[in-house]
């Protein structure tokens, strides 16, 4: 089983950072495809970005996100920058057990096992 807790979601204004965290217990990180996913108010969850076979990002938030991973804390950081209020919704953090292969590895939401919470993100025009 994995646990998955994020946090560091809250009101920013347009143009501000945010800097998401997602914990992860129950496997180390080094065995874990990770990925993050938001839904908007009325809207279909939505693919952000993944680490499988690589970092990959939804082409919306290129430039201006960035995940990384600290492997001690067993954490992975979602750096969300130039904030504009599209970006408004709940994210998630999701993790898989072992690797992803095949087109576009990472981008689907049933490629995941296991799933946090939810932190809230808004923006403020």
């Known amino acids: 089983q994995v646990q998955l807790v994020e946090s560091g979601g809250g009101l920013v204004q347009a143009g501000g950072s945010l800097r998401l965290s997602c914990a992860a217990s129950?496997?180390?990180?080094?065995?874990?495809?990770m990925g993050w996913f938001r839904q908007a108010p009325g809207k279909e969850r939505e693919f952000v970005a993944t680490?499988?076979?690589?970092?990959y990002y939804t082409d919306s938030v290129k430039g201006r996100f960035t995940s990384s991973r600290d492997n001690a804390k067993n954490t992975v950081y979602l750096q969300m920058n130039s904030l504009n209020p599209e970006d408004t919704a709940v994210y998630f953090c999701?993790?898989?057990?072992?690797?992803?292969?095949?087109?576009?590895?990472?981008?689907?939401?049933?490629?995941?096992?296991?799933w946090g919470q939810g932190t809230q993100v808004t923006v403020s025009s």
């Open positions: 680490t499988a076979a690589g970092t």
């Open positions: 129950g496997r180390t990180l080094s065995t874990l495809t």
């Open positions: 999701a993790a898989r057990i072992g690797p992803l292969y095949g087109p576009r590895p990472g981008f689907r939401g049933y490629e995941y096992n296991y």
